[in-house]
């Protein structure tokens, strides 16, 4: 058994439950060949990866939305826009969805230039969700 699986089975049979509290000490001791901090940064890092997935999303959700609504007129046609035939929570899954599948800031790039053409009704609804 390799040290990081005789880790991993100190986690499993609960002799190491908690994550690091303080990643950088817990860094310097695992360095220092303590398994109990290599254990801790380990569930550190399992529990954390949720959490930059949601990191991910945020960032591409703050560049969507900073490129779309420039002032609270755009904000409005937006709205207006997503809730057209009495589909309003529909079409907002369906942007948030595509949002979060955008795998570029380039991508989100130019999912706010379709926007900005659909706000200026340069192209309609059903064109913009099939871009």
Request: aromatic share 8%; proline share 1%; charged share 30%.
């Amino acid at each position: 058994m390799n040290y990081i699986e005789e880790i991993k089975e100190r986690i499993s049979t609960g002799e190491i439950q908690e994550a690091s509290t303080d990643l950088l000490e817990d860094a310097l001791d695992a360095v220092l060949g303590n398994p109990i901090s290599v254990g801790k940064i380990i569930i550190t890092l399992t529990k954390s990866a949720f959490f930059i997935r949601e990191r991910l999303f945020w960032s591409k959700m703050e560049k969507f939305l900073n490129g779309v609504c420039l002032s609270k007129d755009d904000c409005d046609k937006l709205q207006v826009k997503l809730i057209e035939n009495g589909e309003k929570k529909e079409t907002a899954f369906r942007l948030v969805n595509i949002i979060d599948r955008a795998e570029t800031l380039q991508k989100i790039s130019y999912l706010i230039n379709a926007t900005r053409c659909l706000l200026e009704n340069l192209i309609d609804r059903e064109t913009y969700f099939r871009i």
